[in-house]
């Protein structure tokens, strides 16, 4: 057995070209100390307004507007912090730096509660006069809207401003998880098949090894990755349970019907469209995706298809490598098609520092967009230099170009839009490059290969961050109904969700069923379905790229531009997707199972 045993670099060794630029934050961290303590200090440009907010439309306007602007600066500082703690966890002065910031969040939420407590508490029909009165208050006409809506959920004013001043405390069941992945998890080197060590990590399984071809690195990889999640099963379980507990609580006290509409509330989303895309895609692409698992195990010539088996390349040979600037380049000719608005914005998120691509000892797993009002998007993600990494690029390139285009057209307060929708736009660059490889792709080989990157999309988010999604469902049934959130029900549940969706055709081992301890969603509220719904409406779009051209994309932009100004089934329907039906959701399924005959075709 070779001892040679690669180190991974530390922050400080990584190339500058390698990172993104927080400098276009703050140029030195002088000045983001120098802004979050004014930031604080002022705090009196909005709380002069206390018990006021009944005096008149304009007095309103002058509070809101007061208020934007904080937002927007407490946005920036605590963006600073947390992207620095994402690219090293293990750094003392980061871990400081984000509890400083989340330190100053609580302050400013208690100390404004009052803002939306007074809003609410103005008598009936006053807050319609104020919107006539004042023309300066339609830009805020649609977050005064869902505020009034949450009137039937709201606590005491003081009750509202002390959970506001608990919410770092009440926030740290994501704090914990985030701190301990990035920071203490340790995970024992791996042996490829040539007897070579090789280092393991968090990043380093999910990025390389769960989709290497080399089977003995791929499983020897997953049992070390699963070694050490079991170490932490229980504090792990301890953690969660803890964050569905607050959930539950606050949905009782705010007399909600259920955790579930209490989280739905503010995405604007129905029990209805919730319940339709689990259902719906569970069972229709169950069928197709058992198929997909009984190919890989005949092709690959496995023993068994085991759970870390499931993203092994069906043709290893078949690897098409590249470089973060060639495939920049590709990613750039497949955007070109919405627009020269749109792809200046690509241009720019590839070339000047927007995207942290390197690896690197404490830095956080997977791949994130973060996008501040009033600066740019930051990409993380662990760049691999193959044609992979490039869609997964694609995907956060995509959220960096909603957020930049609704940034343009939009102010703070109608940035966002619904979770519903958040997905949509970097799934449907994924698609977008898919299609523009396939164009393209003369070798019978390279056209299978694409079409096993887009069955990886959909595995992603239509099978791994669904079947999340449905634990979500079964733990939150069960604890409003009082039971315990322990490590043990948790693997139970895991492993029920996993064999009941691949039917036997795959082994759920111990391994697998601690895989609910790989993701940060499920502290992020009802997330994980989100990428199901965002997919469905991009491959229906996508499909209507092809079949309206230039007038289906334009729709698309429109509904880029629009933030958080529209409701998701107006936002969806502007796009050109009904989703009050079910027919768009079996459209996508229906797709998938398109590729997978085409796949199983080419063997």
């Keep these: 057995m070779s001892a040679a045993k690669p180190a991974r670099l530390t922050r400080a060794e990584v190339p500058v070209e390698q990172t993104w630029r927080l400098e276009d934050l703050f140029p030195a961290p002088e000045d983001w100390e120098k802004e979050l303590q004014a930031v604080e200090g002022d705090l009196v440009t909005v709380t002069q307004y206390k018990d006021r907010l009944g005096e008149g439309a304009g007095v309103l306007l002058d509070c809101l507007a007061a208020w934007e602007k904080l937002a927007v600066r407490l946005t920036r500082v605590y963006t600073y912090a947390s992207l620095h703690l994402e690219a090293d966890g293990t750094s003392p002065t980061y871990q400081e730096w984000a509890q400083r910031a989340a330190a100053l969040i609580a302050k400013v939420q208690a100390a404004l509660s009052f803002v939306e407590s007074e809003i609410i508490a103005l008598e009936e029909g006053r807050l319609e006069e104020y919107l006539a009165q004042n023309q300066g ?38 704090v914990i998880y985030n701190r301990s992945k990035s920071a203490d998890m340790q995970f024992d080197p791996v042996v490829d098949k040539t007897g070579q060590e090789l280092p393991n990590s968090f990043a380093l399984y999910e990025e390389k090894y769960e989709s290497s071809p080399d089977t003995e690195l791929r499983r020897n990889a997953f049992a070390s990755f699963t070694r050490t999640l079991k170490q932490y099963k229980h504090t792990y379980a301890a953690v969660y349970g803890t964050e569905v507990k607050r959930q539950v609580t606050l949905a009782r006290l705010r007399g909600y019907g259920s955790v579930t509409e209490m ?47 499931l993203k092994a390349p069906l ?60 600066v740019h998007p930051f990409i993380l993600v662990t760049w691999t230099d193959d044609m992979r990494s490039a869609f997964t690029l694609a995907h956060e390139l995509g959220h960096a170009g909603h957020f930049a285009l609704a940034g343009k057209h939009q102010r703070y307060v109608n940035i966002r839009p619904s979770l519903y929708f958040v ?38 988010n239509y099978v791994t961050h669904m079947l999340e999604a449905e634990l979500q469902r079964r733990v939150y049934k069960l604890a409003e109904q009082g039971r315990p959130i322990t490590a043990n029900l948790l693997c139970d549940l895991k492993g029920s969700v996993l064999d009941e969706f691949w039917g036997g055709e ?19 509220g009802l997330y994980p379905y989100t990428y199901s719904a965002g997919l469905t409406v991009s491959t229906v779009c996508a499909q209507r790229f092809e079949e309206e051209g230039p007038a289906a994309v334009e729709r698309w932009l429109e509904a880029l531009r629009a933030g958080g100004t529209l409701r998701p089934l107006e936002i969806t329907k502007l796009a050109g997707v009904d989703m009050e039906k079910p027919d768009p959701i079996k459209e996508a399924v229906a797709y998938v199972g398109s590729l997978i005959r085409e796949l199983e075709a080419s063997f």
């Design 137 to 174: 208050l339609a830009v805020y006409a649609r977050h005064l809207k869902d505020l009034v809506e949450t009137k039937p959920y709201r606590l005491h004013p003081e009750t509202e401003e002390a959970l506001a001043a608990l919410g770092e405390v009440l926030n740290a069941p994501s």
């Design 423 to 460: 997905e949509a736009p970097s799934t449907m660059n994924e698609r977008i490059l898919a299609h523009h490889l396939l164009a393209r792709a003369e070798d019978p080989r390279m056209r299978r290969w694409v079409i096993l990157q887009s069955l990886e999309t959909y595995y992603h």
């Design 263 to 309: 989280l739905l509330h503010p995405q604007h989303v129905t029990l209805e469209m919730y319940h339709n895309l689990h259902d719906i895609i569970q069972k229709e692409l169950a069928p197709h995706m058992r198929r997909l698992a009984r190919l890989k195990k005949r092709i690959l010539g496995l023993d068994e298809m085991r759970f870390c088996d």
């Design 506 to 524: 795959v082994v759920i081992d111990e391994g697998a069923t601690l895989t609910w301890m790989r993701q940060p969603h499920y502290y992020m």
């Design 315 to 374: 043709d290893p040979e078949f690897q098409p490598p590249t470089t973060y600037e060639k495939a920049s380049g590709v990613i750039l000719d497949a955007l070109s098609i919405l627009g020269d608005e749109y792809i200046e914005i690509m241009r720019q998120a590839l070339t000047d520092r927007w995207v942290d691509r390197a690896d690197n000892v404490g830095k956080s797993t997977g791949a994130f967009c973060s996008s501040p009002y009033g």
